[in-house]
């Protein structure tokens, strides 16, 4: 049986700032992602990637220039699971502001 290690608030911050993501600090440890991302929570340590709309728009340039996701999932040090959250809430976006668009053009249209 694999034994939990201990860690601090102050090491995790640590971790944070040196390894930037659960999947990562977890490697290092020995445990899941979903383990340090419990401890965070516990802990009210923010995650690191909380605001990322640099590296979010480099992801989607590098999406519509041909680049597969699992590519971009590494080129970005993520999961392909979320590459594939980033992409595709870019696409809802585009689509709402498109669909509102069209909405908005309608109203004026039948005036």
């Not at 445990?31 to 605001?51: F, L, N």
């Not at 640099?54 to 979320?82: C, H, P, V, W």
């Not at 502001?97 to 109203?107: M, W």
Request: hydrophobic letters at 35%; glycine letters at 8%.
């Amino acid at each position: 049986m694999t034994r939990i290690p201990r860690v601090s608030k102050a090491k995790l911050v640590k971790l944070q700032k040196d390894l930037v993501t659960d999947s990562a600090i977890g490697e290092e440890l020995g445990i899941t992602r979903q383990a340090v991302h419990q401890w965070r929570k516990k802990w009210g340590v923010g995650s690191s990637m909380t605001d990322n709309s640099d590296r979010n728009a480099s992801m989607i340039e590098a999406y519509n220039a041909g680049e597969t996701g699992t590519a971009i999932a590494r080129k970005f040090k993520l999961s392909i699971s979320q590459t594939y959250r980033v992409i595709n809430a870019a696409k809802d976006k585009a689509r709402r502001a498109a669909d509102k668009a069209l909405r908005n053009a309608g109203r004026k249209g039948g005036r």
